[in-house]
């Protein structure tokens, strides 16, 4: 670092002495009001927090209502924003997802007509990946569970590719102390052949012409600005500058004729992170994939959406597809491009669920309430104070009183969380067991009570 930052060595490491800022990005899918709160400049609807809160024990923060995402993450935004400008329905790959920040980011900043592929290769965190996409309700992501290799079997397809990097983490010192106990310089070059590999992977799933977005949380150049050059080398990668303002103290590296940014934090109010977007040379062409017989998904049967189709509103904007016993939702015209996905890699999650078909009879599923474009009319919605939310959340058997039996929605603060099956002085819960909230309700309360950023 003394080599890299000269005389701002002193501040470098005295920010570092310093608590990382706290930082929200609000779902605009679900909320439009805006907070009177500081602004993260270089993102829209993004804010810091003056505390930290446990945002656990805040009811909207599981209502996907916002994501806690460090600020300099969300300078994707500016950057895909940039590098994206005339694409209509745009294809795009986060191929290291988990667990979602960036992918939620992406999915609210994609036309109607976009789709996202969420990767992870690692299970688990592939299912939280799904579960906060499913909270976000944006209906607009595929969550997969693949190796970056297996994406080669997906050529030329994507019109954008992030890759978000495994890396050695030098950005996340003062947040997260264990990154300190982790990093060795065999890691850092460890880190850097697997950058290089993933890189080289994934690189024919990119359309010529298409973006490549390279990001890590690090300052090592061996992991940063020896990347891009050696994508320029190997593969002719052309550079994309992103237009900056001073005041937001993000640094511009040189790499050849490359230009990466890399926020400092005694310079950006941020963590540290590198990022970059370069262009696949070369114009797309069709690229013909073989066709397979069988079919993965299916459009639903009319008298299967009669069930449901009321459920939805802005329906111009979805599709209906039915895939073993669940009816879900794609965004129109994907159905195609969805197949071809689901044919070659490991689906976790798909658009919404949206019903379970049981019989004759379809009942709602949690994706639904978390949609942001369920139709609430439909269903007779229960307003749970914090107290009655937080314990909704520990999947405990709460009952609505003056609900109607059956179906009943229950909200925090007007919005959206889940379903209970109320049956007389009784109600079923049907928040997923894998999403309850472990914390006692109590303690939830109290630190709920004590702050919540909105
Ligand atoms: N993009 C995420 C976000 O914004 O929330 C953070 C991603 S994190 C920096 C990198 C991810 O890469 C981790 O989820 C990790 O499990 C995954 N990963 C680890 N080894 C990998 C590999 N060999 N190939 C692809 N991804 C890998």
Redesign the pocket.
Known sequence: MQRVLGDQLPDFLAALAQPAPVSIRLNAGKITALPELERVPWAHTAYYLPQRPAFAADPWWHAGAYYA?EAS?MF?EKVFRTATTGLESPLVL??????????T?LALLLPPVGLLVA????RT?AHI?AENVTKWGSGNVIVTNN??VHFQALTELFDVI??????S?EGLFRKDPAAVNEWSEANVQLCSE?QQ??LA?VWDALKPGGILIY???TYEPSENEAQLQWLRQEYGAEGITIPLDPAWGVTELQSGVLTGYQFYPHRAKGEGLFMAALRKPGTATLVHYRKTRHKLLTPAAPRETELVKDWVQNTESWQWIRLGDKIQLLPSGTLETAELIAQRLRIVYMGVEVAELIRTQANPLPALALFKDVFRECFPDFGADPEMALRFLRKEDIVPLDSPNGWVLITSQELPLGWVKKINNRANNYWPKEWRLRMEWKEALQAYQHYHPL
């Open positions: 995402q993450s994707l986060d191929l290291a997802a988990a667990p979602g920040g960036k992918s980011l990767n992870e290769v690692i965190r990946l190796d970056p992030l890759l978000d990097a495994p890396c983490g697997r590999r993933i992977d990001s890590t949380c």
